[in-house]
């Protein structure tokens, strides 16, 4: 079957500092994959998707790599704001799958002045 | 640009009582879905819709009925609310069964006592 992980439950950091989520995914074939995000009293949100292996996506200053070879889909940013403290869940689709999307268990970033 | 609302926000309920959580979405979207939230569980998928009428179990249908009378609403049912059940439920929707982007709504938050 689908899976990923996402092997950090909290991520803590101050503003200005490197933000690296770590997941990787199980599946046959080429997925779309897909970071969300989840702001506190809201539902989640799309953050960015990449639809071919090898591809990068990006958005609002957060980039990830779809990395066929490693079955892995990191995220990162440069230098994180307060306004970037949510919980991020990397998400694999498949093409043709109407039941939807198999969701990592989140990363929960905090993020301080 | 669309939205999806969900009602209500907050529900609280006795042990054994049958609970309807209600969503609607004015996207036009073919597909929706039901997901529970449950803190450090990710995501999990109750229910989905590919169209009125349809109705597809996810992975944790048991204990719930759902509804889609008409492509702009979909609702769920808690059968039999378990004490001391916790739980954020999420509505969803997104046109076709391919990989494409999923929009939330805000969630239902359910306490049983």
């Known amino acids: 079957g689908n899976s990923v992980t996402q092997m950090q439950g909290q991520v803590t950091l101050s503003e200005e500092e490197f933000l690296f989520i770590n997941c990787t995914y199980s599946?046959?074939?080429?997925?779309?994959l897909f970071w969300y995000v989840q702001y506190p009293g809201e539902g989640p949100q799309l953050l960015l998707k990449?639809?071919?292996?090898?591809n990068k996506g990006s958005s609002r200053g957060f980039e990830a790599t779809y990395d066929k070879g490693t079955t892995s889909f990191h995220l990162q940013k440069a230098s994180v704001q307060e306004s970037d403290s949510a919980v991020y869940y990397c998400?694999?689709?498949?093409?043709?799958?109407?039941?939807?999307?198999?969701f990592g268990l989140g990363t929960r970033v905090s993020v301080f002045p | 640009g669309g939205i999806i609302t969900q009602t209500p926000k907050f529900l609280i309920g006795q042990e054994g009582q049958k609970l309807t959580l209600k969503c609607q979405q004015n996207?036009?979207?073919?597909?929706m879905y039901w997901y529970r939230q449950d803190s450090g569980k990710g995501l999990r998928l109750i229910y989905y819709?590919?169209?009125?009428?349809?109705?597809q179990k996810g992975d944790l249908s048991e204990g719930y009925d759902a509804s889609r009378e008409k492509k702009s609403s979909f609702s769920l049912t808690v059968t039999s609310a378990q004490k001391n059940e916790m739980a954020v439920f999420l509505c969803?929707?997104?046109?076709?069964?391919?990989?494409?982007?999923?929009?939330f709504g805000s969630g239902t938050r359910l306490t049983v006592l």
């Open positions: 969803a929707s997104r046109q076709g069964a391919s990989a494409e982007t999923l929009y």
């Open positions: 599946t046959t074939g080429y997925p779309t």
């Open positions: 990449v639809t071919t292996a090898n």
């Open positions: 998400v694999l689709g498949r093409n043709n799958y109407a039941q939807g999307l198999t």
């Open positions: 996207f036009n979207h073919d597909t």
């Open positions: 819709s590919i169209t009125e009428n349809d109705l």
